[in-house]
């Protein structure tokens, strides 16, 4: 792998992974988190936050919109580093 190798941080007990200046923070999704979620299912939730975003963008609902927008991104770079991430997870694990 080229660039910085990977950081990790916990904080308040949320796990972020920073993979070539990227973070990736491990969110809440329902009853899951994010790095437990395949990478078919992760792509399903990225979506989803897209068309949120957007949604609540158009009603005037920016803070929400940006919130949606932020965790869109963080799943866009989970998706985009997931070998990466996954490796790193069942090393620790």
Known sequence: MKGKPIEVSATAGILSIKIQDREIINERIGDKWLFDLTFAEAICYKEAYHISS????????????????????NFKRYIAHYEQAQNYINQIN
């Open 54 to 73: 957007l949604s609540r963008s158009q009603k005037g609902d920016h803070r929400g919109a940006k919130e949606m927008r932020e965790s869109y991104n």
